[in-house]
């Protein structure tokens, strides 16, 4: 069965640095574009970023780039997500979802239960 967990959040100061990791299982990873996505306390699900299959390349949300780094290791069936010099902005619950084939980014048809990000001095 399809599962994905999320892990490598907590509390991150200002300018630090925190990768969270997503830990795949029940399908085979490689044939899938991956992504991220975010919700803020109080709003909506926020795309963040999708990466390719192949890992050969990544988008990310334009008011978002330069913030973050997606990157994948097929073979240990990881994805993973880095936040450059995170603020309190980044503060949200991320998960992490399995692209759509033929959708659109962030139209995941499997989602993580999420991890909590808290970017605070």
């Known amino acids: 069965q399809v599962q994905l967990v999320e892990s490598g959040g907590g509390l991150a100061q200002p300018g630090g640095s925190l990768r969270l990791s997503c830990a795949a299982s029940?399908?085979?990873?490689?044939?899938?574009?991956m992504s991220w996505s975010r919700q803020a306390p109080g709003k909506g699900l926020e795309w963040v970023s999708g990466?390719?299959?192949?890992?050969?390349?990544?988008v990310y949300a334009r008011s978002l780039k330069g913030r973050f780094t997606s990157s994948r290791d097929n073979a240990n069936h990881t994805l993973y997500l880095q936040m450059s010099s995170p603020n309190a902005e980044e503060t949200a619950l991320y998960y992490c979802?399995?692209?759509?084939?033929?959708?659109?980014?962030?139209?995941?048809?499997?989602w993580g239960q999420g991890n909590q990000v808290t970017v605070s001095s």
């Open positions: 029940g399908f085979t990873i490689s044939s899938y574009a």
């Open positions: 979802g399995r692209e759509s084939r033929g959708g659109v980014w962030g139209e995941s048809d499997y």
């Open positions: 990466i390719y299959s192949d890992g050969s390349d990544a």
